[in-house]
């Protein structure tokens, strides 16, 4: 009876069958060549793709007709939308390797349900139907596949357009060969594909998709009001306010993305990670982590053939100097002040346990009813011994702790004013040459190596070397940066601000960051009583 469909489908005989279809929209870009002026030339021949094939409801429509037409039975279609038949994607294969396969979970679902003769519908399926070949497959692993279940669990495979024939063993040899020169149709796209991408990206640009927040819809006009809002925030963040503040601070003023959405710490991230701010192209770099076996995306400068950094053809928002200090800032560790872990005591994260050989960052703890103490009142103490993270002999107030932290920040902010008007920062950065004679030697560095004038052992020796004094220079750089923003800025009264109508936890926490790298406390003997302010050592952030 098996054997009975697939002779019968090749006759061309459905009559008592049912067939289920599979419809796929592709996904493979079918760009053609970039012209002189980095346009491109629609007059070049392309090969067809799903755009020729309008949707995959006429594939679906002209696959029923197709089947009713010949006396058979048509009772279910297998959606593939937006899928492409040739992309591979790194994938953990059940031996626990990694490897390169095309990823079309319902194109295998369905060739799966044919052998078993069940669609999931409920109905029996005899045999599957698709428009062409090029919707079954563009890759020759997954023809296969469909070999395998025509050839073995005799299964019949059929198209429209008579360009598939896996019902014999020439149509078979055929179709091998189609799918190969259809796999090399859809690299050679790709490749064209990413030429065209490299084009733009070496001429500085801009991509396509949404407009990006601080330009307007040509995405090279700077939006006033967005870009000023960016070196706002950009000056708060290098000055040492927390990303949950800005955040906050934006989301109360009805500021969205360009997509209208409110802001989160991790949008605020991403956008300011972006060297697109201080003018330079960017692009996409796809990196493999084998302990998880997933591919991470960043964004990264764009370099030209000299290694310079493209400019893009867009009007900058921030100084080079300031993205980078902020590129400092951001790391590649989680920040501080975002997500959801977000502090909800104004203390914890600065306080630590003063006993010797301890160290811990206390934690808040809220007092027992039985101390009698008014509701929401909480103790700041270091974590027992039994945790493995303190030990346990530490306890303050947390109410009097948080009233004493501001007046240290009060009286912090207050002084800085005083230095900010007696000291004049200069202009330009004091070690700016030592900074350029350090770019220049790295590139030197690089000529010569590609020159052969230099080992490669001596080649990376030295290049470790100048990178190390690279990133001192620009730690520092950073450093004067910060200090330099403060003195342009206005003081700010800290005593106002601390009480301001609408003010965070998180914008206080920020300032307290900005003052305090640590408040140590110190513990105390048994039945001694020490005020409170002479357990308290303050450890200063640098300027």
Same mark, same amino acid.
């Given at each position: 009876?098996?054997? *009975?469909?697939?002779?019968?489908?090749?006759?061309g005989?459905?009559?008592?069958?049912?067939?289920?279809?599979?419809?796929?929209?592709?996904?493979?870009?079918?760009?053609?060549?970039?012209?002189s /002026?980095?346009?491109?030339?629609?007059?070049?021949?392309?090969?067809?793709?799903?755009?020729d094939?309008?949707?995959?409801e006429?594939?679906?429509?002209?696959?029923?007709?197709?089947?009713?037409s010949?006396?058979?039975?048509?009772?279910?279609?297998?959606?593939?939308?937006?899928t492409?038949?040739?992309?591979?994607?790194?994938?953990? @294969?059940?031996?626990?390797?990694?490897?390169?396969?095309?990823?079309?979970?319902?194109?295998?679902?369905?060739?799966?349900?044919?052998?078993?003769?069940?669609a999931?519908?409920?109905?029996?399926?005899?045999?599957?139907?698709?428009?062409? #070949? /090029?919707?079954?497959?563009?890759?020759?692993?997954?023809?296969?596949?469909? #070999?395998?279940?025509?050839?073995?669990?005799?299964?019949? #495979?059929?198209?429209?357009?008579?360009?598939?024939?896996?019902?014999t063993?020439?149509?078979?040899?055929?179709a091998?060969?189609v799918?190969?020169?259809?796999?090399?149709?859809?690299?050679?796209?790709?490749?064209?594909?990413?030429?065209?991408?490299?084009?733009?990206?070496?001429?500085?640009?801009?991509?396509?998709g949404?407009?990006?927040?601080? =330009?307007?819809?040509?995405?090279?006009?700077?939006?006033p009001?967005?870009?000023?809002?960016i070196?706002?925030?950009?000056?708060?963040?290098i000055?040492?306010?927390?990303?949950h503040?800005?955040?906050?601070?934006?989301?109360?003023?009805?500021?969205?993305?360009? %997509?209208?959405?409110p802001?989160?710490?991790?949008?605020?991230? /991403?956008?300011?990670?972006?060297?697109?701010?201080?003018?330079?192209?960017?692009?996409?770099?796809?990196?493999?982590?084998?302990e998880s076996?997933?591919?991470?995306?960043h @964004?990264?400068?764009?370099?030209?053939?000299?290694?310079k950094?493209?400019?893009?053809? =867009?009007?900058?928002?921030?100084?080079?100097s300031?993205?980078?200090?902020?590129?400092?800032?951001?790391?590649?560790?989680p920040?501080?002040?975002?997500?959801r872990?977000a502090?909800?005591?104004?203390?914890?994260?600065?306080?630590?346990?003063?006993?010797?050989?301890?160290?811990?960052?206390?934690r808040?703890?809220?007092?027992?009813?039985?101390?009698?103490?008014?509701e929401?009142?909480?103790?700041?103490?270091?974590?027992?011994?039994?945790?493995?993270?303190?030990?346990?002999?530490?306890?303050?107030?947390?109410?009097?702790? *948080?009233?004493?932290?501001?007046?240290?920040?009060?009286? %912090?902010?207050e002084?800085?004013?005083?230095?900010?008007?007696?000291?004049?920062?200069?202009?330009?950065?004091?070690?700016?040459?030592? =900074?350029?004679?350090?770019?220049? /030697?790295?590139?030197?560095?690089?000529?010569?190596?590609r020159?052969?004038?230099?080992?490669?052992?001596?080649?990376?020796?030295?290049?470790?070397?100048?990178?190390?004094?690279e990133?001192?220079?620009?730690?520092?750089?950073?450093?004067?940066?910060?200090?330099?923003?403060?003195?342009?800025?206005?003081?700010v009264?800290?005593?106002?601000?601390w009480?301001?109508?609408?003010?965070?936890?998180?914008?206080?926490?920020?300032y307290?960051?900005?003052?305090?790298?640590?408040?140590?406390?110190?513990?105390?003997?048994?039945?001694?009583?020490?005020?409170?302010?002479?357990r308290?050592?303050?450890?200063?952030?640098?300027?």
């Amino acid at each position: 009876m098996a054997d *009975d469909l697939v002779q019968r489908a090749h006759w061309g005989n459905l009559e008592g069958q049912n067939w289920a279809g599979l419809a796929r929209l592709s996904t493979e870009e079918a760009e053609g060549e970039l012209s002189s /002026d980095g346009t491109l030339d629609e007059s070049r021949p392309r090969f067809m793709t799903g755009r020729d094939i309008k949707s995959t409801e006429e594939q679906e429509r002209d696959g029923r007709g197709f089947v009713e037409s010949r006396g058979g039975r048509y009772v279910y279609t297998y959606m593939e939308p937006d899928t492409s038949a040739w992309k591979r994607r790194r994938v953990r @294969l059940p031996d626990g390797s990694v490897g390169y396969r095309v990823v079309r979970p319902v194109y295998e679902g369905a060739l799966e349900d044919l052998k078993q003769g069940k669609a999931p519908n409920g109905e029996r399926i005899d045999g599957l139907i698709v428009y062409d #070949i /090029d919707r079954l497959t563009r890759d020759p692993r997954h023809l296969e596949d469909a #070999i395998e279940t025509v050839e073995h669990h005799h299964r019949p #495979i059929i198209d429209i357009t008579g360009t598939l024939d896996l019902l014999t063993d020439n149509g078979r040899a055929m179709a091998r060969v189609v799918v190969a020169m259809a796999n090399k149709q859809s690299a050679d796209t790709a490749r064209r594909v990413r030429r065209n991408h490299k084009a733009r990206r070496d001429r500085g640009i801009p991509v396509g998709g949404t407009r990006p927040f601080g =330009w307007q819809d040509d995405k090279r006009t700077l939006n006033p009001t967005e870009a000023k809002h960016i070196r706002d925030a950009a000056k708060r963040l290098i000055l040492g306010a927390e990303w949950h503040a800005v955040v906050a601070d934006w989301n109360r003023e009805g500021i969205t993305t360009s %997509k209208g959405n409110p802001w989160t710490w991790i949008a605020l991230r /991403d956008m300011m990670r972006n060297p697109r701010l201080c003018g330079y192209r960017s692009h996409v770099v796809i990196e493999f982590d084998p302990e998880s076996g997933r591919e991470i995306r960043h @964004l990264t400068i764009a370099h030209d053939d000299e290694g310079k950094p493209v400019k893009g053809q =867009w009007t900058p928002i921030l100084e080079v100097s300031e993205w980078e200090a902020i590129q400092e800032i951001i790391g590649d560790g989680p920040m501080r002040g975002g997500g959801r872990n977000a502090r909800v005591y104004l203390a914890t994260g600065t306080l630590r346990c003063g006993k010797e050989d301890c160290g811990s960052l206390l934690r808040a703890m809220k007092a027992a009813p039985s101390r009698g103490k008014p509701e929401g009142y909480f103790y700041y103490v270091c974590p027992a011994k039994t945790t493995g993270r303190g030990c346990g002999g530490v306890k303050i107030p947390g109410p009097e702790t *948080d009233e004493l932290i501001r007046k240290l920040v009060i009286t %912090k902010y207050e002084e800085e004013a005083s230095e900010r008007q007696a000291v004049k920062v200069p202009q330009e950065w004091p070690k700016e040459a030592e =900074w350029k004679i350090i770019g220049e /030697d790295i590139a030197d560095l690089k000529s010569a190596r590609r020159a052969r004038k230099i080992s490669a052992e001596r080649y990376y020796a030295d290049l470790a070397e100048y990178e190390a004094e690279e990133q001192r220079l620009k730690r520092e750089r950073n450093a004067w940066r910060r200090q330099t923003l403060a003195a342009e800025g206005e003081p700010v009264d800290m005593a106002e601000e601390w009480k301001r109508k609408g003010i965070t936890l998180a914008e206080r926490r920020s300032y307290v960051a900005r003052t305090l790298t640590a408040l140590v406390v110190q513990p105390v003997g048994s039945g001694r009583r020490v005020p409170l302010r002479d357990r308290l050592v303050p450890v200063y952030a640098e300027a």
